[in-house]
Nanobody
């Protein structure tokens, strides 16, 4: 069992940056694949990025070149660095964890945080 808590969301102007954090407690965090997803009002949940146990990452084409994902296993934390933010990045951002081999599909992740709101003003 693992509990996830997101933080770092807020209101930012277009072109600005935010860093989201996903803190975890419970079983050995380094053993989990961790993903970031987002959901805008009226839209389906969308894959943003994932990081595997060895630090390899997958980034959605919609944010590639602007967002990066990293992890600090000593701190049980995964980060999502978001640069050059656009109004279309406005959404609730969720982190999720899986002890298996989850990829970009939300239904492959077993554990979810409560989400953090990111609002980008134009």
């Amino acid at each position: 069992q693992v509990q996830l808590v997101e933080s770092g969301g807020g209101l930012v102007q277009a072109g600005g940056s935010l860093r989201l954090s996903c803190g975890a407690s419970g079983r050995t965090f380094s053993s989990y694949v961790v993903g970031w997803f987002r959901q805008a009002p009226g839209k389906e949940r969308e894959f943003v990025a994932r990081i595997n146990r060895s630090g390899g990452s997958t980034i959605s084409d919609s944010v590639k070149g602007r967002f990066t994902i990293s992890r600090d296993n000593a701190k049980n934390t995964v980060y999502l660095q978001m640069n050059s933010l656009k109004s279309e990045d406005t959404a609730v951002y969720y982190c999720a964890a899986d002890f298996g081999a989850a990829t970009i599909l939300a239904n492959q992740y077993d554990y979810w945080g409560q989400g953090t709101q990111v609002t980008v003003s134009s």
